[in-house]
């Protein structure tokens, strides 16, 4: 074997064992820290509903970015949209909130719709955001909203 092959040969190799390494670290990280993501997890939907029922649903959504901006991040993404998804459930209808929102089953329209949402925000170029607004499109082809509506008194 040529001595550059074997260069190449002992990189990749080095390559692949950090890459097992990095993700045995990750999936040992998860693993030691499961019940504090769980217990955080519920502390944030549990706050988002004690909050929404105060709130109309786009004002739910409103708080909820406004929330991500002081905790951005991958980690910080998850909670808020922990926390949006409680907030929408517990919150007071709003005639017209779902209009345009697209079913999860259009991926086009989705990816559409919650960059451009993103971006009307202030949040142009931000990954985490648009998996947030993901709970939006949750709620709005959900049986929760419908019931909530079928309950409401008639205007």
Not at 19 to 41: C, E, L, N, P, S
Not at 102 to 126: N, Y
Request: net charge positive; charged share 20%.
């Amino acid at each position: 074997m040529k001595p550059l092959a074997k260069v190449l040969l002992a990189g990749c190799s080095v390559l692949v064992l950090l890459a097992v390494a990095g993700i045995a670290g990750v999936a040992w990280f998860v693993r030691t820290h499961k019940d504090d993501f769980v217990a955080q997890a519920r502390k944030a939907r549990s706050d988002g509903a004690q909050t929404g029922r105060n709130l109309t649903e786009g004002r739910c959504v409103d708080d909820a970015l406004s929330r991500y901006i002081n905790d951005k991040g991958v980690l910080g993404g998850v909670r808020t949209r922990v926390w949006l998804e409680g907030c929408l459930e517990a919150s007071q209808p709003t005639e017209g909130f779902c209009n345009g929102v697209p079913s999860e089953s259009e991926l086009m329209r989705t990816v559409h719709w919650r960059v451009g949402q993103c971006q009307a925000r202030g949040f142009t170029g931000d990954s985490t955001c648009p998996n947030i607004l993901a709970a939006v499109q949750q709620y709005c082809g959900g049986t929760s909203r419908s019931a909530k509506l079928a309950a409401a008194p008639s205007r």
